[in-house]
Protein backbone atom coordinates (compact mmCIF):
# COMPACT_ATOMS: atom_id res chain seq x y z
CA UNK A 1 0.00 0.00 0.00
CA UNK A 2 1.01 3.48 -1.30
CA UNK A 3 2.05 5.53 1.77
CA UNK A 4 -0.24 8.47 0.61
CA UNK A 5 -2.84 6.20 1.50
CA UNK A 6 -1.47 5.21 4.86
CA UNK A 7 -1.09 8.37 6.29
CA UNK A 8 -4.73 9.54 4.44
CA UNK A 9 -6.26 6.27 6.70
CA UNK A 10 -4.35 7.48 9.60
CA UNK A 11 -5.39 11.04 8.98
CA UNK A 12 -9.42 9.79 8.76
CA UNK A 13 -9.31 7.47 11.79
CA UNK A 14 -7.49 10.63 14.06
CA UNK A 15 -10.57 12.46 12.12
CA UNK A 16 -13.39 10.18 13.43
CA UNK A 17 -11.48 10.11 17.25
CA UNK A 18 -11.70 13.42 17.24
CA UNK A 19 -15.46 13.73 16.17
CA UNK A 20 -16.83 10.68 18.55
CA UNK A 21 -14.63 12.69 21.50
CA UNK A 22 -16.91 15.62 20.60
CA UNK A 23 -20.43 13.91 20.15
CA UNK A 24 -19.39 12.04 23.38
CA UNK A 25 -18.60 15.17 25.56
CA UNK A 26 -22.07 17.01 23.87
CA UNK A 27 -23.70 14.24 25.41
CA UNK A 28 -22.55 14.05 28.70
CA UNK A 29 -22.54 17.94 28.87
CA UNK A 30 -26.31 17.86 28.14
CA UNK A 31 -26.67 15.06 30.96
CA UNK A 32 -24.97 16.81 33.16
CA UNK A 33 -27.25 20.12 32.73
CA UNK A 34 -29.88 18.08 32.69
CA UNK A 35 -29.75 16.75 36.19
CA UNK A 36 -29.83 20.47 37.28
CA UNK A 37 -32.17 22.25 34.86
CA UNK A 38 -35.57 21.79 34.55
CA UNK A 39 -37.25 20.69 31.30
CA UNK A 40 -38.32 24.14 29.59
CA UNK A 41 -42.53 24.39 29.11
CA UNK A 42 -42.94 23.82 25.28
CA UNK A 43 -46.49 25.75 24.88
CA UNK A 44 -48.60 28.08 26.57
CA UNK A 45 -52.36 27.97 27.61
CA UNK A 46 -54.31 30.70 26.34
CA UNK A 47 -54.81 33.12 23.60
CA UNK A 48 -52.55 32.88 20.74
CA UNK A 49 -50.08 35.91 19.72
CA UNK A 50 -51.07 38.70 17.72
CA UNK A 51 -48.28 38.75 15.96
CA UNK A 52 -45.36 36.33 14.97
CA UNK A 53 -41.73 37.71 14.56
CA UNK A 54 -39.40 35.30 12.22
CA UNK A 55 -35.92 35.27 13.65
CA UNK A 56 -33.27 33.13 14.56
CA UNK A 57 -32.83 31.31 17.98
CA UNK A 58 -29.04 32.10 18.70
CA UNK A 59 -28.96 30.58 22.47
CA UNK A 60 -29.70 29.98 25.38
CA UNK A 61 -26.84 30.97 28.82
CA UNK A 62 -26.81 30.46 32.65
CA UNK A 63 -27.62 34.11 33.22
CA UNK A 64 -24.47 34.30 35.47
CA UNK A 65 -22.47 32.58 33.16
CA UNK A 66 -22.97 34.58 29.67
CA UNK A 67 -20.18 32.06 27.52
CA UNK A 68 -21.37 28.62 28.75
CA UNK A 69 -24.42 27.31 26.08
CA UNK A 70 -27.23 25.33 27.85
CA UNK A 71 -27.40 21.88 25.80
CA UNK A 72 -29.95 20.11 28.52
CA UNK A 73 -33.49 19.91 26.40
CA UNK A 74 -32.14 20.54 22.98
CA UNK A 75 -31.66 24.32 23.81
CA UNK A 76 -27.57 24.02 22.29
CA UNK A 77 -29.29 24.32 18.73
CA UNK A 78 -29.46 27.30 16.75
CA UNK A 79 -31.70 27.63 14.14
CA UNK A 80 -34.87 29.76 12.31
CA UNK A 81 -37.99 30.31 14.51
CA UNK A 82 -41.04 32.29 15.01
CA UNK A 83 -41.49 34.18 18.60
CA UNK A 84 -44.94 35.26 19.85
CA UNK A 85 -46.00 36.88 22.85
CA UNK A 86 -48.97 36.57 24.74
CA UNK A 87 -50.72 37.38 28.03
CA UNK A 88 -49.63 33.85 29.39
CA UNK A 89 -45.61 34.83 28.17
CA UNK A 90 -43.45 34.22 25.09
CA UNK A 91 -43.43 31.11 22.20
CA UNK A 92 -40.54 30.19 20.49
CA UNK A 93 -41.31 28.11 17.90
CA UNK A 94 -37.78 26.66 16.59
CA UNK A 95 -37.47 24.87 13.38
CA UNK A 96 -35.93 21.30 13.35
CA UNK A 97 -36.50 21.36 17.41
CA UNK A 98 -38.90 21.74 20.37
CA UNK A 99 -40.86 24.89 20.88
CA UNK A 100 -39.34 26.64 23.46
CA UNK A 101 -42.49 29.07 25.74
CA UNK A 102 -41.30 30.94 28.72
CA UNK A 103 -44.21 31.77 30.93
CA UNK A 104 -44.90 34.95 32.10
CA UNK A 105 -44.18 34.24 36.16
CA UNK A 106 -40.55 33.67 34.98
CA UNK A 107 -39.75 36.12 32.77
CA UNK A 108 -37.42 38.51 34.69
CA UNK A 109 -36.55 40.87 32.21
CA UNK A 110 -35.82 42.31 28.58
CA UNK A 111 -32.54 43.54 27.48
CA UNK A 112 -30.84 44.14 23.97
CA UNK A 113 -27.02 42.94 23.44
CA UNK A 114 -24.58 43.00 20.72
CA UNK A 115 -22.79 39.66 21.47
CA UNK A 116 -23.23 36.37 22.83
CA UNK A 117 -21.47 33.10 23.02
CA UNK A 118 -20.74 32.58 19.21
CA UNK A 119 -22.59 35.47 17.75
CA UNK A 120 -21.69 39.07 17.24
CA UNK A 121 -23.73 41.20 15.47
CA UNK A 122 -24.92 45.42 15.41
CA UNK A 123 -25.52 47.41 18.50
CA UNK A 124 -28.54 46.01 19.83
CA UNK A 125 -29.26 43.28 17.64
CA UNK A 126 -29.69 40.82 19.63
CA UNK A 127 -33.23 40.60 22.27
CA UNK A 128 -31.93 38.68 25.29
CA UNK A 129 -34.43 37.46 27.76
CA UNK A 130 -33.56 37.06 31.60
CA UNK A 131 -36.12 34.02 33.00
CA UNK A 132 -36.40 31.91 35.40
CA UNK A 133 -36.76 28.02 35.22
CA UNK A 134 -36.75 26.08 38.54
CA UNK A 135 -33.38 27.53 40.55
CA UNK A 136 -31.70 28.52 37.59
CA UNK A 137 -31.21 32.03 35.92
CA UNK A 138 -31.32 31.77 31.98
CA UNK A 139 -30.92 34.38 29.34
CA UNK A 140 -32.19 33.47 26.17
CA UNK A 141 -30.80 35.44 22.79
CA UNK A 142 -32.87 35.86 19.80
CA UNK A 143 -31.75 37.50 16.32
CA UNK A 144 -34.40 39.50 14.84
CA UNK A 145 -32.92 41.17 11.75
CA UNK A 146 -35.27 43.52 10.85
CA UNK A 147 -34.67 46.41 13.22
CA UNK A 148 -38.18 48.00 13.56
CA UNK A 149 -39.52 44.00 14.34
CA UNK A 150 -36.92 43.75 16.62
CA UNK A 151 -37.95 47.35 18.42
CA UNK A 152 -41.16 45.72 18.49
CA UNK A 153 -40.89 42.07 19.63
CA UNK A 154 -38.47 43.82 22.65
CA UNK A 155 -41.32 46.46 23.52
CA UNK A 156 -44.12 43.67 23.91
CA UNK A 157 -41.64 41.46 26.03
CA UNK A 158 -41.30 44.40 28.19
CA UNK A 159 -44.54 45.52 28.79
CA UNK A 160 -45.58 42.02 29.26
CA UNK A 161 -42.26 42.13 32.30
CA UNK A 162 -43.99 45.91 32.90
CA UNK A 163 -47.72 44.31 33.42
CA UNK A 164 -46.76 41.79 35.86
CA UNK A 165 -44.94 42.85 38.53
Known sequence: MDGRYTMALVAFA???GVLLLAIRSWKRRAGDQASVIDMPAEGLVGAAPDELFIGHYVSTTPTDEPLERVVAHGLGHRGLASIGVTPAGIIIERRGEADLAILVSQLRGVRREQ??????VEAD???AIDWQL???????NLRIVDGDARAKLFN????LKEGNK
Do not use: C, H, K, S
Open 134 to 140: GETALTT
Open 14 to 16: AFL
Open 125 to 127: GLV
Open 115 to 120: ATIDRV
Open 156 to 159: QINE
